[in-house]
């Protein structure tokens, strides 16, 4: 059965008229005729009964109507369907993200992008840049926005820097170092640390302890955690302070405070990341944020 077919069937259905189905489709009636007859014939039942003066459907041509409906609606989407795909306005996003740009311009991006292209599912996944590239490695993973030092982009990707921030130090709110408005690094090498573990981060963690060994301090390092909400909870409980980006302030942890330095001492960079000759959706949302950053 072809498409042709189930057109012509459509047209006549619809005028109940040999001729004025024939005129619509732009054909002569004695070939719209033929076609019908051999497509009852390819279905083994009449479609339409047939008298001089009048040409009705039967049980099986109603049946057949609204299904051969649908699948000329289907088929005329297809090629829609196609130019978007290949546009990247339809398909499946797997995203990747550290926790820090979700208190940033991550969730402002994700909505407007979704509001720019229905047309695709976004799948995100909250996670530290080692597990993200193990998932690029199995390849469960489109893009990413990691966290890194400054220029320390993960090699073998492209990449595009969206955000770059100072760190701040976070403090208990009852630390003496609470109640100064900036503090010097003097002031807080020497005390505990509560910091993440160096496979989450490298590039971040190396430049953290590089303040310590440039100034020949062996960090206190009193913990280890993984989320930042899990190193700012530990900082509330006393088990020290912490190095944590900028944005991370907008994470109001009762007991915490943050504190700026008084000289600029350390800053990190979040980049989104992406494989070599990514699918157009992928590219699609790299543009999309590129315009926004």
């Known amino acids: 059965m072809e498409l042709r077919q ?33 497509l009852e014939s390819l279905l083994g039942v009449p479609l339409f009964l047939r008298t001089r003066r009048s040409v009705r459907l039967t049980a099986a041509g109603e049946a057949l109507l609204p299904r051969a409906r649908r699948l000329l609606a289907e088929a005329e989407a297809l090629a829609p369907l196609a130019r978007a795909a290949a546009q990247g306005a339809l398909g499946r996003l797997r ?3 550290v926790s820090t740009i979700g208190f940033g311009p991550l969730p402002g991006w994700l909505k407007s992008f979704r509001e720019a292209n229905p047309g695709v599912e976004l799948a995100l996944q909250e996670a530290t840049l080692d597990v993200q590239l193990q998932a690029f490695a199995a390849g469960t993973l489109d893009a990413g926005f990691v966290l890194h030092a ?21 403090v208990a709110r009852d630390h003496p170092l609470a109640g100064r408005p900036r503090l010097a690094l003097r002031q807080v090498l020497g005390e505990p640390l509560v910091i993440f573990p160096r496979e989450i981060t490298p590039s ?21 955690a993984i989320q930042m909400q899990t190193i700012v909870n ?20 009762p007991g915490v405070t943050y504190r700026p330095m008084r000289a600029a001492a350390l800053a990190c960079e979040t980049s989104l990341i992406w494989t070599a000759s990514p699918a157009p959706v992928v590219q699609r949302f790299v543009d999309h944020v590129r315009a926004h950053v």
Do not use: C, K, N
Request: positive net charge; charged residues 15%.
């Open 6 to 38: 189930l057109r012509q069937f459509v047209a006549v259905a619809e005028e109940l008229h040999f001729g004025r189905a024939a005129a619509r489709l732009h054909m002569t009636q004695p070939p719209l005729t033929m076609a019908i007859r051999q």
């Open 204 to 224: 971040l963690y190396d430049a953290v302890l590089s303040l310590y060994s440039a100034r020949r301090i062996a960090p206190r390092i009193a913990q280890e």
């Open 150 to 170: 400054p220029g320390a982009v993960p090699l073998g990707f492209q990449a595009l820097s969206v955000l770059r921030e100072p760190l701040v130090l976070a």
């Open 95 to 97: 995203l990747g993200f």
């Open 234 to 253: 530990l900082v509330s409980a006393g088990m020290g302070v912490a190095w944590v980006p900028e944005s991370v302030t907008r994470l109001q942890r």
